[in-house]
């Protein structure tokens, strides 16, 4: 059973900066999309960044020119680094692992993030 452990959420003021991981417990390999979604409270989760295991990205609107995904696929790894954070961007956020084509995803228990001054 595939497990993903989010770590680096926190509490930072406003224009401030995290870098969020999420580490899969076993190797992964194949045509994958590891990313992050998030959810803040009363509200959808919804997406915040993909990567393939290729290279190809895709953001969320809100997050664009903010946040950057990479991936370290020999560590099985995917960071998140988010800049300029806004009270908006208070959520948990989630890790998601999927094999494309396949119809199970995976998530990690999430890690809060808020943005507060």
């Known amino acids: 059973q595939l497990q993903l452990v989010e770590s680096g959420g926190g509490e930072v003021q406003p224009g401030g900066s995290l870098r969020l991981s999420c580490a899969a417990s076993?190797?992964?390999?194949?045509?994958?999309?590891m990313g992050w979604y998030r959810q803040a409270p009363g509200k959808q989760r919804e997406l915040v960044a993909t990567l393939t295991r290729g290279g190809t990205t895709n953001y969320g609107d809100s997050v664009k020119d903010r946040f950057i995904i990479s991936r370290d696929n020999a560590k099985n790894t995917v960071y998140l680094q988010i800049n300029s954070l806004k009270s908006e961007d208070t959520a948990v956020y989630y890790c998601?692992?999927?094999?494309?084509?396949?119809?199970?995803?995976?998530w990690g228990q999430g890690t809060q993030v808020t943005v507060s001054s």
């Open positions: 076993r190797s992964i390999s194949g045509l994958n999309i």
């Open positions: 998601n692992f999927r094999v494309i084509g396949a119809p199970r995803a995976y």
